[in-house]
């Protein structure tokens, strides 16, 4: 760990986080109950100041690598800046129940985090108590679903087009068979030893 990062994780445990590296990063994880509170130790604490939210993005977690996640599923993360002492940090905390995911809104503390929770509320179904203008951002009014979910279906049952003749938008059943799409690079026995 670099001299700066050891700063920012000394600072953090004298403040009652227990900081986790990974990667050349510090990262934050708190339970969903103290996510409010710990978010405005993060930019009130002196020896912390996290005055800017970078970005706050949702999480699904159903599958984790090649196999199921233990736990909870969805996970709220937070990137925030400290610009006083140029230190960043990852803050998560994961949705008690998976059947409804919500978490404390932020946009209070950082009012940035407004549109990037819709974004997580639309895309992922997050819900966060407090948000005063919690609704779609992305997609339609009338859409269905979580596009960001692991469990959405990636192929529809239907799909519209303009048809001419009734000089309209119509709807009808999928007429795309699917396929695999996958970029195959075929090359020649001894390709590389030509190209000299």
């Not at 670099?2 to 990262?27: I, M, N, V, Y």
């Not at 109950?33 to 002196?46: F, N």
């Not at 919500?102 to 108590?129: H, K, M, Q």
């Not at 005063?132 to 009014?141: E, F, H, M, Q």
Request: hydrophobic letters at 40%; glycine letters at 6%.
């Amino acid at each position: 760990m670099t001299p700066k990062l050891q700063r920012l994780a000394d600072a953090l445990a004298r403040a009652g986080f227990a900081p986790q590296a990974r990667l050349g990063e510090l990262a934050v994880e708190v339970a969903a109950a103290d996510y409010l509170a710990a978010a405005r130790r993060l930019r009130d604490d002196p020896a912390l100041r996290f005055e800017q939210l970078v970005d706050l993005c949702g999480v699904d977690y159903a599958t984790w690598g090649d196999r199921p996640r233990e736990g909870p599923r969805f996970a709220v993360v937070v990137h925030l800046l400290s610009l006083a002492h140029n230190w960043r940090l990852r803050l998560r905390t994961f949705c008690p129940d998976d059947d409804y995911p919500r978490v404390a809104s932020v946009t209070e503390i950082w009012p940035a985090a407004n549109w990037y929770e819709r974004e997580a509320f639309d895309l992922f179904g997050i819900v966060f108590d407090g948000h005063t203008d919690l609704r779609r951002i992305l997609t339609d009014y009338g859409f269905i679903g979580h596009p960001f979910r692991k469990d959405f279906p990636l192929s529809g049952e239907v799909e519209m087009r303009y048809d001419p003749e009734q000089r309209r938008v119509i709807s009808q059943p999928v007429t795309i068979e699917p396929r695999e799409v996958v970029p195959r690079v075929v090359r020649e026995p001894h390709y590389a030893e030509r190209r000299r």
